[in-house]
């Protein structure tokens, strides 16, 4: 046999490649190496750029320098499991890096990620897969991503995995993600409640405290609050509780109890379970800040139930969270003065922080934390709040000067509650008087700037508390504070703008305040405030009066009416009737005008521009142009010290007309009337009014001409006011007074006009011929010698408002005005108790001068309508 020949290999083809082993040290070439077609080869470099990121920080930042998280992101997706697993172990580290993570969202790889949480995927690329998730969803750009590509359902399932890791990562996206409340919002519709309550059972704290942090966030909402309560989770939550090795767990279980003591019906069942008492043993025991907190806030969130108030009083929770309220922690201070601020409702409560919690508050005001101040003027504005015990306690712990500093907080909470503390103490005016001292309207301003309306309302109703005083009106105006105010009356918010009217009502109490406003546009914003339905309120209406009541000649051209406490005074005006919104023009600018054929301006002045000299006869009778009577008691005064003058009072008719009217004027009527003075007269008296009455004029027509506009002067009303002070005033019974000054005003406008003889009354001739004289459309009340209704009604208003009768002004339709008295009936007088009110009359100044009409009398309707 022949040797055998050994059969040699045959070579490789020639288009094949061999095979190459690289051992590579350079990071940059296995991440070149991410971009290659072997699957092998992709997953080994992954496996290495994996190990290296594991390594630090530095790492990661290298790898994303060198490009590599572009090619990975496409690996998430690949064929090969080993290369997905690898890849998406890779991202699961990485994603800690915070310029990764910008780069991983700019890069939508979301989807890519949210896919292997896919349940045929292996326990491990859940694990890394959540993990990325996890580290993404610290940022609410990416919480919104993962929310919208569907990341939630498939985070709740991997809650029932066997491996905690992937737990762990699980629970802890879904605390990242239910910080955005549309993920609380669909948690209850994925039945997410119980597999967390499962979470419980974990041997990892940490799985735990996830959980509890996650139910913390979530049962913020009533409808998680309602399935953790039908999941037995409060059972589980006061085992934790009362489980001593679970200790580092009770902060945030007493957390989630606090949210859930928001819902009765969870209430009800922590009652019946003991679990109240449980929160005060923690509130009274612990000596951890968190814990002390916590269980103050459950408390707080229990006692918004009466029969809780009730049970926390009988177990004498006051005493325990007065003793919050010297913790070293602000969150527990915060916490303890909420409780109070609840607790309070409850009047056993209140009366206990009488004595005890009052003073502690007021030194919490002063710290430098301004979550702690608000906290404590919270709790003092509910204990003072209709408790003007609790008031004084705060002001005797010296609470005022820290409540007036906590008006410059930064926090619009703590401002509104230190505002509502000093309003409850204004209540009391020793306390007011105090505040009024500490410079209160000058720290009030700021808050009437504020942007929060809660804090513009608070700030004006302090000032309707504190603006009671003329001292404290004028610092509000020196202040300027004014301005602010009348901008708040302009608010939408209907609360601000009660309380900005309150404020002005008050402030409109003096008419140098009131004249203030109005020059500040008060009047006009309230005006345009009553004119709708929807803005107006009881305040604004009254402020409004209240400021028309200084400005009576707007007043009566608005209104058409002014009362018997309306006292017309120099100055006054009638302009007419005019429209609401209609510009009201000031007497400065009619008197400047040329006369046309608009309706005369009526005005009432007895101003004189020099004083006038002292009587040689009499002192006591100088009531003359220079001086107005505005008050009865005044005039009851004057009336005693010229009762023994020797001036006649006019009873008689205008045919003899009484000694007091013999004036210049009146004389020459009476002579063209036929009229003589009465004989008993002696003629040393005659000589002597007439001296007097022609030193009035005198004082009238005299005066130095002032640089500043003053309103046209009238000596004739004047010498009115003059006569009827002398001869009406000491006539002691009202109803002659009337009649006495009824026809003196009918004599001083053109006498009785019969009512067949009413249209040959050429009055219209008259008033054309004194606006042509003067050349303007005022003429002084006085001027008028021929006057129709409204003309004698305003005149006999003016004079009545001189010596103190007590009567109206009503405007009529077609020129038609009127006076009413109100007079007790004869009849009456005498009787003791259970008087029917005083009648009310119409005086006649026109048909009958002097005659009193009953209000709805039928002759009273002829005089005012036909």
Request: glycine letters at 6%; aromatic letters at 6%.
């Amino acid at each position: 046999m022949g040797k055998k020949i050994k059969k040699e290999a045959e070579p490789p083809p020639k288009d094949v490649f061999d095979p190459l082993t690289i051992e590579s040290k350079k990071v940059a070439t296995v991440v070149l190496m991410l971009n290659s077609p072997e699957e092998e080869i992709l997953a080994k470099a992954c496996e290495a750029i994996y190990k290296f990121a594991l390594k630090g920080e530095e790492n990661k930042t290298t790898l994303l320098e060198l490009g590599a998280v572009e090619p990975l992101t496409k690996l998430l997706t690949h064929e090969d499991k080993i290369v997905r697993r690898n890849a998406t172990m890779i991202f699961g580290i990485m994603a800690s890096n915070n310029d990764v993570k910008k780069l991983l969202r700019e890069l939508d790889v979301m989807n890519s990620v949210i896919a292997q949480l896919a349940p045929e995927e292996e326990v491990v690329i859940h694990e890394f897969a959540s993990l990325c998730l996890a580290n993404m969803s610290a940022e609410y750009t990416s919480k919104v991503q993962i929310f919208e590509q569907g990341g939630l359902e498939p985070l709740i399932r991997l809650l029932s995995s066997p491996d905690p890791d992937v737990k762990k990562n699980s629970i802890e996206c879904i605390y990242n993600l239910v910080q955005d409340f549309r993920c609380r919002a669909t948690l209850p519709e994925l039945n997410a409640i119980p597999p967390i309550l499962e979470l419980f059972k974990s041997e990892y704290p940490i799985i735990q405290l996830l959980a509890l942090k996650t139910l913390g966030v979530i049962t913020n909402d009533k409808e998680s609050r309602v399935m953790l309560r039908d999941n037995q989770g409060m059972d589980h939550l006061i085992k934790i509780l009362e489980a001593k090795e679970l200790n580092d767990l009770h902060i945030e279980a007493l957390s989630v109890i606090a949210n859930c003591l928001e819902d009765m019906d969870t209430m009800v069942q922590i009652q019946q379970t003991g679990g109240l008492k449980k929160l005060l043993v923690f509130a009274e025991n612990s000596t951890i800040p968190d814990i002390q907190k916590n269980a103050a806030k459950a408390i707080t969130k229990a006692a918004y139930d009466p029969e809780n108030r009730k049970f926390f009083h009988e177990q004498e929770v006051e005493k325990c969270l007065v003793t919050l309220l010297g913790s070293e922690s602000d969150g527990t201070k915060i916490a303890a003065s909420q409780a109070i601020s609840v607790m309070c409702e409850n009047l056993g409560s209140k009366e206990f922080f009488n004595h005890q919690g009052i003073p502690q508050l007021v030194q919490l005001l002063k710290s430098d934390n301004e979550e702690v101040r608000e906290a404590a003027a919270l709790a003092l504005a509910n204990l003072t709040t209709c408790n003007p015990t609790n008031a004084n306690a705060a002001a005797e712990a010296d609470g005022i000067d820290p409540l007036v500093n906590v008006l410059s907080s930064k926090r619009d909470g703590a401002v509104a509650n230190a505002a509502t503390v000093l309003t409850n103490m204004a209540m009391q005016e020793a306390l007011r008087v105090s505040i009024q001292s500490r410079d209160i309207m000058h720290a009030l301003i700021g808050p009437l700037h504020s942007a929060n309306m809660v804090v513009q309302s608070k700030a004006a109703l302090t000032i309707a508390a504190i603006a009671c005083d003329v001292e404290a009106r004028a610092e509000l105006r020196n202040s300027g504070g004014l301005e602010p105010l009348i901008e708040l009356l302009r608010s939408k918010n209907d609360e601000v703008r009660r309380h900005a009217s309150w404020a002005v009502m008050v402030c409109a109490s003096d008419e140098l305040m009131a004249a203030e406003l109005c020059r500040l546009g008060a009047l006009d914003i309230l005006e345009e405030i009553n004119l709708s339905v929807s803005r107006k309120n009881k305040f604004s209406e009254v402020a409004y009066n209240k400021l028309l009541n200084n400005h009576l000649s707007l007043k009566y051209s608005q209104t058409g009416y002014l009362s018997s406490s309306n006292i017309i005074s120099d100055g006054f005006y009638d302009y007419g009737r005019i429209n609401p919104g209609t510009k009201f023009w000031p007497l400065k600018d009619l008197c400047l005008q040329e006369p046309n054929d608009l309706r005369t301006v009526l005005l009432v002045n007895s101003k004189s521009d020099v004083s006038p000299p002292p009587s040689t006869e009499d002192k006591s009778s100088d009531i003359g142009y220079g001086r107005s009577i505005s008050s009865s008691s005044s005039l009851r005064r004057a009336s005693k010290e010229k009762a023994s003058a020797g001036f006649g009072s006019p009873t008689e008719e205008k045919s003899e007309p009484a000694s007091g009217r013999n004036t210049a004027v009146s004389k020459s009527a009476a002579k063209e009337k036929g009229s003589r003075k009465s004989k008993g007269k002696k003629e040393e008296e005659k000589l002597k009014e007439e001296e007097e009455v022609t030193v009035v004029l005198k004082w009238a027509g005299e005066g130095n001409v002032d640089k500043e506009w003053s309103p046209p002067a009238d000596p004739d009303f004047c010498v009115y006011v003059y006569e009827v002070t002398k001869s009406i005033l000491p006539i002691t019974n009202i109803r002659d007074q009337i009649e006495t000054l009824a026809k003196y005003v009918a004599e001083k406008m053109g006498g009785k006009i019969p009512k067949d003889k009413l249209q040959d009354f050429s009055w219209e001739l008259h008033i054309s011929e004194l606006k042509f004289q003067l050349k303007s459309n005022v003429v002084p009340i006085g001027q008028i010698k021929k006057g129709i209704f409204y003309h004698r009604a305003l005149l006999f208003k003016a004079l009545a408002d001189k010596i103190g009768i007590g009567c109206s002004l009503v405007r009529g339709e077609y020129g038609r005005a009127w006076n009413e008295v109100k007079l007790m009936n004869e009849s009456q007088k005498g009787v003791i108790g259970g008087l029917p009110p005083p009648e009310v009359y119409i005086v006649d100044l026109i048909f009958h001068p002097g005659g009193l009409m009953k209000l709805k009398s039928k002759e009273a309707d002829r005089y005012r309508f036909l």
